[in-house]
């Protein structure tokens, strides 16, 4: 299994309170993404990253940011959480941004705003 | 823009049936297509992946053929297992889109004894 550690894997939270969640990964993978998955969405892209201090949105990017100050680490803010945000957050990985790369994908964190 | 559908599910199968879930795709150019698949209460692993038209992937029974005339992807498995009972979800991703995926809605499949 690749190395991919998100913390942490439930949170409950109230609305308007900042929210950081952290993916932590032992590949030394180049690229990492942060997904949330909600029923009849599939997967949505939220941020993800290309290298150390280089991010760039994704599909969903509206009231999240993100930081990469170290190659292993990629966190994911709520800046002011809300019950929309209430969702299944996973992490990615992958080496390269090729076609026939393969993503890999932590356990997920289960966010309930309230 | 790149978008991806997939079948309604849920999906109830016998055990041994054979199974079928529909995806299509519309993108530019020529993307890779994959095949993800979810356990219940895990992350999501491949399951297998074409990166150009009339490819074929297949991996533990499953396959899907990449047909670009029909812009398809389907899964298919001759004969299902209760531990196939999972969210199965298609995706693609473009070389210019820095490994995003772009995923349909999942479907999930349970298969009883």
């Known amino acids: 299994d690749a190395g991919i550690t998100q913390s942490p894997r439930h949170k409950v939270t109230e609305t308007g309170t900042p929210v950081t969640l952290r993916c932590h990964q032992t590949?030394?993978?180049?690229?990492m993404y942060w997904y949330r998955q909600d029923p009849g969405h599939g997967l949505r892209l939220i941020h993800y990253?290309?290298?150390?201090?280089?991010?760039d949105k994704g599909e969903v990017s509206d009231g999240y940011s993100v930081s990469r100050s170290k190659t292993e680490d990629f966190l994911l803010t709520l800046e002011s959480a809300t019950s929309s945000q209430t969702s299944v957050y996973f992490c990615?990985?992958?080496?390269?941004?090729?076609?026939?790369?393969?993503?890999?994908f932590g356990q997920g964190t289960r966010l309930t705003v309230v | 823009g790149n978008s991806v559908t997939q079948m309604e599910g849920p999906v109830t199968l016998s055990e041994e049936a054979f199974l079928t879930i529909n995806c299509t795709y519309t993108?530019?150019?020529?993307?890779?297509l994959f095949w993800y698949v979810q356990y219940p209460g895990e992350g999501l692993q491949l399951l297998l992946k074409?990166?150009?038209?009339?490819d074929k992937g297949s991996n533990k029974g499953f396959e899907a053929t990449y047909r670009k005339e029909t812009t398809s992807f389907h899964l298919e498995k001759g004969s299902v297992q209760v531990s196939d009972s999972a969210v199965y979800f298609c995706?693609?991703?473009?070389?210019?889109?820095?490994?995003?995926?772009?995923f349909g809605q999942g479907t999930t499949l349970q298969v009883k004894p």
């Open positions: 990615a990985i992958s080496e390269s941004p090729g076609p026939d790369t393969e993503a890999f």
């Open positions: 590949e030394n993978h180049r690229y």
């Open positions: 990253s290309y290298g150390v201090k280089d991010t």
């Open positions: 993108a530019t150019g020529y993307p890779s």
């Open positions: 074409a990166t150009k038209a009339d």
């Open positions: 995706a693609l991703t473009h070389s210019s889109n820095t490994g995003k995926l772009i």
